[in-house]
T-cell receptor, first 111, second 112 residues
Framework: QQQVKQSPQSLIVQKGGISIINCAYE??????FPWYQQFPGKGPALLIA?????SEKKEGRFTISFNKSAKQFSLHIMDSQPGDSATYFC??????????FGQGTTLQVKP | SAVISQKPSRDICQRGTSLTIQCQVD?????MFWYRQQPGQSLTLIAT?????????ESGFVIDKFPISRPNLTFSTLTVSNMSPEDSSIYLC?????????FGPGTRLTVL
C-alpha cells in the first residue's frame, strides 16, 4: 500500500520531443505528489508538485497530469532538451510528512 | 526553499569503522530526514529526526546501526556504524519546509 510504481525505467527522447513518465500509487491517504530531478553526483531537486484536488499543473515546459480515480499521475516534459537528461523520481507524501519514492526514470535527450 | 550542506561530500572507509555525516541547513526547520540511495536505485527513508525528540526509524533500520543526533533546529548528524561493503551508498538529508522536502547534495560513502 505504501508503494509508488514508476515507469519506464529508462527513456530516450530526441531533442524537441515530449518525455512522459508515469507513476501509480495505491494508498489513498497520499495527498501531495512531487517530482524530483536528480543529476549525477547531486541531491534530488524539486521540479514540480501537485495536490489531488487539481487535475493538471504546468510550470514552463513541465506539466503534471493527475488522475485521482485511477490513482495515477504523470510528468510531461515538452520540447525536451539535452540539459533535461537526468534521473526523475515521482513521490507521494501522506500527512505524516513521509515521502515514498518511485523507482526512478533515467531520461536521455539526444541532440 | 533552503540551502542544505553535507559533510563530508564523499569518503572511503574500511570495514568495521564508523562515519558521521553532518547536515546543516540555513534556516530553522522542525523536521529533518535521512535517506539512503544505493547505486542506481531510488531513495529509501532511514529515519525522521525532530529536534528535541528521539529519531523515528523506518522498518529495516535500527538506532544501533544508524544513530542520529538533532541538537538544534539547523543541524543533524547520521552515523553509519560498524560499516560493511553493503553500506556503500549515497546518504542524503532533507528538510521539510511547508509541504515540500528539500534535499542536501548527499554524501557518497564507499566501504572497502
Amino acid at each position: 500500500q505504501q508503494q509508488v510504481k514508476q515507469s519506464p525505467q529508462s527513456l530516450i527522447v530526441q531533442k524537441g520531443g515530449i518525455s512522459i513518465i508515469n507513476c501509480a500509487y495505491e494508498n489513498t491517504a497520499f495527498d501531495y505528489f512531487p517530482w524530483y530531478q536528480q543529476f549525477p553526483g547531486k541531491g534530488p531537486a524539486l521540479l514540480i508538485a501537485i495536490r489531488p484536488d487539481v487535475s493538471e499543473k504546468k510550470e514552463g515546459r513541465f506539466t503534471i497530469s493527475f488522475n485521482k480515480s485511477a490513482k495515477q499521475f504523470s510528468l510531461h516534459i515538452m520540447d525536451s532538451q539535452p540539459g533535461d537528461s537526468a534521473t526523475y523520481f515521482c513521490a507521494a507524501m501522506n500527512n505524516t510528512g513521509k515521502l515514498i519514492f518511485g523507482q526512478g526514470t533515467t531520461l536521455q535527450v539526444k541532440p | 526553499s533552503a540551502v542544505i550542506s553535507q559533510k563530508p561530500s564523499r569518503d572511503i572507509c574500511q570495514r568495521g569503522t564508523s562515519l558521521t555525516i553532518q547536515c546543516q541547513v540555513d534556516s530553522q526547520v522542525t523536521m529533518m530526514f535521512w535517506y539512503r540511495q544505493q547505486p542506481g536505485q531510488s531513495l529509501t527513508l532511514i529515519a525522521t529526526a525532530n529536534q528535541g525528540s528521539e529519531a523515528t526509524y523506518e522498518s529495516g533500520f535500527v538506532i544501533d546501526k544508524f544513530p542520529i543526533s538533532r541538537p538544534n533546529l539547523t543541524f543533524s548528524t547520521l552515523t553509519v556504524s560498524n560499516m560493511s561493503p553493503e553500506d556503500s551508498s549515497i546518504y542524503l538529508c532533507s528538510v521539510e519546509i511547508g509541504d515540500t522536502q528539500y534535499f542536501g547534495p548527499g554524501t557518497r560513502l564507499t566501504v572497502l
